[in-house]
């Protein structure tokens, strides 16, 4: 039998902020003892009014009010009132000024902190800045509340309210209700098939046109995510009629509409025809025609001499390979050039050869790289200052877009990208608009490493192209051949099984047939074996790479594992939120660009503070502390344990990765290669012979859609055409 069932909220058990699943303690008028009570809730405080409607059940966990729904407001009393304020509902207001706070408007204090905030400069301690967080908090709450309300009502999780009401402001439900596919687009962790089931409670039509103009998105954000540029018309039609079941004619005129209305381009010259999201299709065209351009220019410094090279020689204290003084020469001769070779070929000789020789001529010189780690090592190569794109570019968050492009194009005379395998193509054309006229742009990178995690395969392309000067380095050098690292990483390259049989100081395979053992001597190893033998610090300088996030060995597993070896629960605050919990000391990830808070995706921190009375959590990164409210936790994951593809553009002084056939998806060359090169001191494969011999043996073969290199040659053929003379462009 259903009853209703009233009361106080003494104390939030348990609250899953993913999907509202709570466990409530409550004062029940005429109970002697508190109650419990369970069931979904957007959000729910301590000293706040309940109502719930349910029913008793009496099982192994003992007597508890089971309820069907659940509606929490506001307390009227003081003591609710003091409970609520200090159970850290609003930043600002911990236990001490909550109590300060109802002493002084008793039970006004809700109404007085809503209508009339400015009395609360009559309570003591309470100044400018403190007042203008707890307003500021008491407003977002609110708007936040009637979000998380509203999204529960509708059958979704109330965790993502907080971003939704930064991104859309005090009129999101408004805007969500006009149009829910938006959430898919613009709201981190919410995809098409949630938005998908909110529109169908808010009564659009399976069939409506609005609901297959959003699949088409969708389908192609999705493409995108896979790499993918552009895809061939016909897959995108097959991807929306199985993602929602609609007819096949209703896809093919959602995509006619997009076309029409210029979200989407279909481009005919591709057999069959492809079809982009216009941003990518924009992106893709114009940085094959200015990279055209610029490398059509006049040499930037000339003939490099042999009494030039000589002075570079002396100056670094080292003598240069014949290929490498080929590619100090290269430099002086190309408006564009790309440097590429795996691990000991000498690149970064090149890099600090290339920065002398501009230094030579006094020339500006700039170098960046896609990642923070990638720019410090640049720094620490050259002595040169060098910066991350975005911050070379001075990402402006009120615009949504790059501060520097060609109307406000960047300054210097030298552009030097480190990591150019991790471009892709938005960031690689945002990069190349905002290159002056005159300048030079030398491209560095492993092109046998993973592909960019964004569309395109941007410096494979551009070599493949045959449209640009390469300067590929192949010699491995007599100190670097003596690493069993360089040597692990040039035989996986080359299709070969390393030469387990050969000892190696910093190269070790650890055999093992058993997931369970596998885990078992990965923890050991981070935690005893390697600290004690290398000295070692298993908190900083060792990271675990494995190829999958699922499975036992798998990202979300060995962190569990990790995190509970390496920064145990002591009884030191903790935050749960998105399926993880944080602690002090907790190495993390960041997983998407902030652009407001200035930290990319995959930059790496540490936990250093959690506040609860403000409820944020603050992480360190390089010297940086960034504050991080409880409900923006889904930027970020533990991070004892990353995927290879997260590592890329990062080196680690050790490094251990799992191998086992449950990875089979992800067992393949390219993937084993980039994780060996991450590893600056020393590489561990902890796994079976099988597992390590499949990764060898398999070429990544998914084609990824892209037109890069076809577009450069039409680029380059229609130049030579406008100026009649074909000796104007580089003629590799």
């Known amino acids: 039998m259903e009853e209703t069932l009233r009361g106080t909220i003494e104390r939030v058990t348990f609250h899953n902020p993913d999907n509202g699943f709570s466990v409530l303690r409550v004062f029940v008028a005429g109970k002697r003892d508190l109650q419990t009570v369970v069931g979904h809730t957007a959000v729910a405080g301590a000293g706040e009014l309940l109502e719930a409607t349910g029913s008793w059940i009496n099982d192994a966990r003992g007597l508890q009010f089971r309820a069907t729904t659940l509606r929490c407001m506001p307390p009227h009393t003081r003591e609710g009132i003091e409970r609520f304020l200090a159970s850290g509902m609003i930043k600002g207001v911990g236990p001490e000024y909550a109590k300060r706070i109802v002493a002084a408007f008793g039970e006004r204090t809700l109404q007085i902190i809503d209508q009339s905030p400015s009395f609360l400069s009559e309570v003591k301690g309470i100044g400018t800045k403190r007042l203008a967080l707890i307003r500021q908090s008491w407003c977002e709450q609110k708007a936040v509340r009637d979000i998380m309300v509203f999204l529960q009502a509708h059958g979704m999780g109330p965790a993502r309210a907080l971003r939704i009401h930064r991104t859309?402001?005090?009129?999101?439900?408004?805007?969500?209700?006009?149009?829910?596919?938006?959430?898919?687009?613009?709201?981190?962790?919410?995809?098409?098939?949630?938005?998908?089931?909110?529109?169908?409670?808010?009564?659009?039509?399976?069939?409506?046109?609005?609901?297959?103009?959003?699949a088409l998105r969708h389908a192609l954000r999705e493409f995108s995510t896979d790499?993918?540029?552009?895809?061939?018309?016909?897959?995108?039609?097959?991807?929306?009629?199985?993602?929602?079941?609609?007819a096949t004619e209703l896809a093919q005129k959602a995509v006619e509409t997009e076309r029409l209305d210029g979200a989407?381009?279909?481009?005919?010259?591709?057999?069959?025809?492809?079809?982009?999201?216009?941003?990518?299709?924009?992106?893709?065209?114009?940085?094959?025609?200015?990279?055209?351009?610029?490398?059509?220019?006049?040499?930037?410094l000339g003939t490099v001499s042999d009494s030039a090279l000589m002075a570079i020689q002396t100056r670094m204290a080292l003598e240069l390979a014949p290929e490498q003084k080929e590619a100090l020469r290269m430099a002086g001769t190309s408006r564009v050039l790309i440097i590429t070779g795996g691990p000991g070929v000498g690149k970064t000789t090149i890099v600090r050869g290339i920065v002398e020789l501009y230094r030579q001529k006094n020339r500006k010189i700039e170098?960046?790289?896609?990642?923070?780690?990638?720019?410090?090592?640049?720094?620490?190569?050259?002595?040169?200052?060098?910066?991350?794109?975005?911050?070379?570019?001075?990402?402006?968050?009120?615009?949504?877009?790059?501060?520097?492009?060609?109307?406000?194009?960047?300054?210097?005379?030298?552009?030097?990208?480190?990591?150019?395998?991790?471009?892709?193509?938005?960031?690689?054309?945002?990069?190349?608009?905002?290159?002056?006229?005159?300048?030079?742009?030398?491209?560095?990178?492993?092109?046998?490493?993973?592909?960019?995690?964004?569309?395109?395969?941007?410096l494979a392309e551009l070599i493949s192209s045959g449209c640009l000067p390469v300067a590929r380095l192949t010699r491995v050098f007599r100190q670097a051949a003596r690493s069993g690292i360089v040597r692990a990483a040039h035989a996986v390259r080359e299709g070969q099984l390393p030469d387990l049989e050969?000892?190696?100081?910093?190269?070790?395979?650890?055999?093992?047939?058993?997931?369970?053992?596998?885990?078992?001597?990965?923890?050991?190893?981070?935690?005893?074996?390697?600290?004690?033998?290398?000295?070692?610090?298993?908190?900083?300088?060792?990271?675990?790479?494995?190829?999958?996030?699922?499975?036992?060995?798998?990202?979300?597993?060995?962190?569990?594992?990790?995190?509970?070896?390496?920064?145990p629960d002591r009884g030191q605050i903790a935050v749960e939120r998105f399926g993880q919990k944080f602690r002090?000391?907790?190495?993390?990830?960041?997983?998407?660009?902030?652009?407001?808070?200035?930290?990319?995706?995959?930059?790496?921190?540490?936990?250093?503070?959690?506040?609860?009375?403000?409820?944020?959590?603050?992480?360190?990164?390089?010297?940086?502390?960034?504050?991080?409210?409880?409900?923006?936790?889904?930027?970020?994951?533990?991070?004892?344990?990353?995927?290879?593809?997260?590592?890329?553009?990062?080196?680690?002084?050790?490094?251990?990765?799992?191998?086992?056939?449950?990875?089979?998806?992800?067992l393949q060359r390219n993937?084993?290669?980039?994780?060996?090169?991450?590893?600056?001191?020393?590489?561990?494969?902890?796994?079976?012979?099988?597992?390590?011999?499949?990764?060898?043996?398999?070429?990544?073969?998914?084609?990824?859609?892209?037109?890069?290199?076809?577009?450069?040659?039409?680029?380059?053929?229609?130049?030579?055409?406008?100026?009649?003379?074909?000796?104007?462009?580089?003629?590799?």
């Not at 005919?268 to 990518?280: D, E, I, Q």
């Open 227 to 246: 790499g993918h540029v552009g895809y061939p018309e016909e897959g995108v039609v097959e991807r929306m009629v199985a993602m929602t079941g609609i």
């Open 671 to 732: 993937l084993l290669y980039t994780g060996l090169t991450r590893a600056r001191k020393l590489a561990v494969i902890v796994g079976s012979l099988r597992a390590l011999k499949l990764a060898v043996d398999r070429q990544d073969t998914r084609e990824r859609h892209t037109a890069l290199g076809d577009r450069m040659r039409e680029a380059l053929n229609k130049a030579e055409s406008v100026s009649g003379n074909p000796d104007d462009s580089f003629d590799p």
């Open 168 to 214: 859309y402001g005090d009129d999101a439900v408004a805007k969500i209700r006009a149009n829910p596919y938006r959430l898919a687009a613009d709201i981190w962790g919410i995809g098409f098939q949630i938005a998908d089931d909110l529109a169908g409670k808010l009564g659009i039509t399976p069939d409506s046109p609005e609901r297959a103009r959003a």
């Open 264 to 300: 989407v381009v279909r481009d005919t010259r591709m057999t069959p025809p492809w079809l982009y999201l216009k941003s990518l299709y924009l992106a893709e065209t114009h940085l094959a025609t200015h990279l055209a351009e610029l490398g059509k220019g006049a040499p930037p």
């Open 502 to 567: 050969v000892p190696a100081d910093d190269f070790f395979f650890v055999a093992s047939e058993d997931p369970a053992d596998i885990a078992e001597k990965l923890e050991l190893l981070v935690r005893e074996r390697i600290p004690k033998k290398f000295g070692l610090d298993p908190m900083r300088d060792i990271q675990v790479l494995t190829p999958m996030n699922r499975t036992e060995l798998g990202v979300t597993a060995l962190n569990g594992r990790l995190q509970a070896a390496l920064n």
């Open 367 to 458: 170098l960046c790289a896609p990642t923070g780690r990638a720019a410090k090592r640049l720094h620490e190569t050259t002595g040169l200052e060098a910066r991350t794109l975005h911050r070379l570019l001075e990402f402006d968050p009120g615009r949504g877009s790059f501060t520097r492009d060609g109307s406000n194009p960047l300054e210097g005379d030298l552009f030097l990208v480190d990591e150019a395998s991790m471009l892709d193509v938005n960031l690689a054309w945002g990069f190349v608009r905002a290159i002056p006229k005159g300048a030079s742009l030398v491209l560095v990178g492993d092109v046998d490493q993973l592909p960019s995690v964004g569309p395109g395969r941007v």
């Open 584 to 666: 002090v000391g907790d190495r993390v990830l960041q997983t998407h660009n902030n652009y407001k808070k200035q930290i990319y995706n995959g930059d790496l921190g540490v936990i250093v503070a959690i506040d609860e009375i403000n409820r944020e959590l603050t992480v360190r990164f390089d010297g940086r502390d960034v504050p991080f409210d409880l409900g923006e936790l889904d930027e970020i994951s533990l991070a004892y344990a990353l995927s290879i593809h997260k590592s890329q553009g990062s080196e680690y002084p050790a490094v251990v990765m799992p191998l086992h056939t449950q990875h089979f998806m992800m």
